[in-house]
């Protein structure tokens, strides 16, 4: 079945530090591929998405791009800030599960970021 | 435009009663889908309701069940809760299509002691 594996958190970083999350994915044909973000006390927010090979997802200065042939989609952002300190969550949905894809988004396990002034 | 709403936010109950949870989804989507999420299991799918029916389900007892209004506003209910059930509860609202984005609420918190 489909998978998504996170790099393994927490991860603790200063403010203006640069920031790389690993994400890689099992599924079968193409999936669709996003990264949430949840804050304490809150629910899920889209951050970005990718919906093709080669794609580059972007919002508030955070990337990721949709590498196929290493079936990854890392979350980058060049320069933290203190208010990004939040869970991120890495997903699939994968159209080409049939029935089983309604609805359905398949989670990695989240990392923890903290970013200290 | 307003987003996901979820009621209540916040839940105590106790070992073996029954409790329902409400999600109204973002005006227009006619899919939702409802999430468990826990310390330990992480997020989990629970089932996605279309049009007032389900099509999809993930892998929990049959104590867990939703429903959905021909408004698309949804509920799920959990039968005989178990000290185990304690989580928070996404709901997630879409246009319908596979691959159209989900939109999270702020969750239920439930508390089952």
């Known amino acids: 079945g489909d998978s998504v594996t996170q790099m393994e958190g927490p991860v603790t970083l200063s403010e203006e530090a640069f920031l790389t999350i690993n994400c890689t994915y099992t599924?079968?044909?193409?999936?669709?591929l996003f990264w949430y973000v949840q804050y304490p006390g809150e629910g899920l927010q889209l951050l970005l998405k990718a919906t093709k090979a080669d794609d580059k997802g972007s919002n508030k200065g955070f990337e990721a791009t949709y590498r196929k042939e290493t079936t990854s989609f890392h979350l980058e952002k060049g320069s933290v800030q203190v208010s990004d300190s939040a869970v991120y969550f890495c997903?699939?949905?994968?159209?080409?599960?049939?029935?089983?894809?309604?609805?359905?988004?398949?989670f990695g396990q989240g990392t923890i970021l903290t970013v200290h002034p | 435009k307003a987003g996901v709403t979820q009621t209540p936010r916040y839940l105590i109950k106790t070992r073996g009663q029954q409790v329902t949870l409400s999600c109204s989804p973002i005006s227009g989507h006619r899919s939702v889908s409802w999430y468990q999420q826990t310390p330990g299991q992480g997020l989990q799918f629970l089932f996605e309701y279309f049009s007032e029916t389900q099509r999809n389900k993930g892998n929990f007892p049959g104590r867990f069940s939703g429903r959905q209004f021909s408004n698309s506003r949804s509920e799920m209910n959990v039968s005989t809760l178990e000290l185990g059930d304690s989580a928070l509860y996404l709901c997630a609202s879409q246009k319908g299509e596979v691959t159209d984005t989900q939109y999270f609420g702020p969750g239920t918190r439930l508390t089952v002691l």
């Open positions: 599924a079968t044909g193409y999936p669709s």
């Open positions: 997903a699939l949905s994968d159209p080409n599960a049939g029935g089983t894809s309604y609805g359905k988004l398949t």
